[in-house]
């Protein structure tokens, strides 16, 4: 069975501009959660997503904006990039409601921001 | 804050010999986790303890909670060079709305 899978796994953007990030969770999971992570830092949660309704969001700007499809794959979304935005931004996904159990992590998409 | 810490920062040993990683935090948890982070690359599960446990194994890894103390440790025994990674603790808070929270990590490097 596949993993949590992300798209792209790198890519280059220059201040100003705007990125879209893709996710798809593992068959059978409803739960996935953005986390946008620093290098030399553990990861700072984003959103979390459940049944296509936000269930969290952690302390980002409004710059940053999600979504979840009826088949469950996810889309990340930042909009205006500052340099700041340069991370390894990784997606989860779990079975459940909440965020409380085991998660399943991709292998991230790698933002520079130039 | 929920913040908390996690040492040391970095922990260079050889291959063969055991590996202790500390967590601690500041405010009641659901449960605690630990991760592990090959270079880049994605986070993978490796121990899940709630807060009425106080003691996790798992292969060569042992995990202990002291709830009173508000830490965690991980125990890597018998180290492996395929045990180089980063390691991190992840805590559901009571007052979190039940989202993880993560510790900077400890950077773990096996010598051969």
């Known amino acids: 069975d596949a993993g949590v899978t992300q798209s792209p796994t790198h890519l280059i953007k220059t201040r100003g501009q705007q990125v879209t990030l893709r996710c798809s969770p593992i068959?059978?999971?409803?739960?996935v959660s953005w986390y946008q992570q620093v290098l030399g830092q553990g990861p700072q949660f984003i959103f979390q997503?459940?049944?296509?309704?936000?269930?969290g969001r952690g302390n980002f700007p409004d710059r940053f904006s999600a979504r979840q499809f009826p088949n469950y794959s996810s889309e990340l979304n930042v909009n205006a990039l500052l340099l700041g935005d340069s991370a390894l931004y990784l997606c989860?996904?779990?079975?459940?409601?909440?965020?409380?159990?085991?998660?399943?992590f991709g292998e991230g998409s790698r933002l520079t921001v130039l | 804050s929920q913040q908390g810490e996690e040492d040391p920062q970095a922990l260079s040993i050889q291959e063969g010999e055991n590996a202790t990683m500390n967590c601690s935090y500041k405010?009641?948890?659901?449960?605690l986790q630990w991760y592990r982070q090959n270079s880049g690359r994605g986070l993978v599960h490796l121990i899940l303890?709630?807060?009425n446990e106080r003691e996790k194994h798992s292969g060569r890894l042992r995990v202990t909670l002291d709830t009173s103390k508000k830490s965690s440790s991980l125990l890597i025994t018998a180290s492996r060079a395929a045990d180089t990674a980063s390691y991190f603790c992840?805590?559901?808070?009571?007052?979190?709305?039940?989202?993880?929270?993560w510790g900077a990590g400890t950077k773990l490097i096996i010598k051969p």
């Open positions: 997503y459940y049944e296509k309704e936000e269930r």
């Open positions: 303890i709630r807060s």
């Open positions: 068959s059978g999971h409803k739960s």
């Open positions: 992840a805590r559901v808070h009571m007052d979190s709305n039940y989202q993880l929270i």
């Open positions: 405010t009641s948890i659901n449960n």
């Open positions: 989860a996904s779990s079975l459940g409601r909440t965020n409380t159990g085991e998660l399943f």
